[in-house]
């Protein structure tokens, strides 16, 4: 059974960084590409960031490059984001995902609350 545990979310200013975490177990890590999306209310989910299986092919969305990286930790079966020069607008539910051969995998989300 895929498990998806986020954590690192937060309050943080405008201008500021916050590292997000996920912990993934219940399936082989090594072999699935994985993503960040984030979710606000009345929106449909976006997706954020995508690392390959072996981290050799990164992807982002537009709003997002240049100040979000993620990586991934295939020996500690864990993804991460992180998130620099964070602004207003990157608050959201951020949720770690996976698409294997069962289907899609979601956690449970952490809050990203970017305020002054």
């Known amino acids: 059974q895929v498990q998806l545990v986020e954590s690192g979310g937060g309050l943080v200013q405008p201008g500021g960084s916050l590292r997000l975490s996920c912990a993934a177990s219940?399936?082989?890590?090594?072999?699935?590409?994985m993503s960040w999306y984030r979710q606000v209310p009345g929106k449909e989910r976006e997706l954020v960031a995508r690392?390959?299986?072996?981290?050799?092919?990164?992807e982002y969305a537009d709003s997002v490059k240049g100040r979000f990286t993620i990586s991934r930790d295939n020996a500690k079966n864990t993804v991460a984001l992180q998130m620099n020069s964070l602004k207003p607008e990157d608050t959201a539910v951020y949720y770690c995902n996976v698409y294997t051969t069962w289907g899609p995998g979601w956690g449970q989300g952490t809050q990203v609350t970017v305020s002054s």
């Open positions: 219940g399936f082989t890590f090594s072999i699935y590409p």
């Open positions: 690392i390959s299986s072996a981290g050799g092919s990164l």
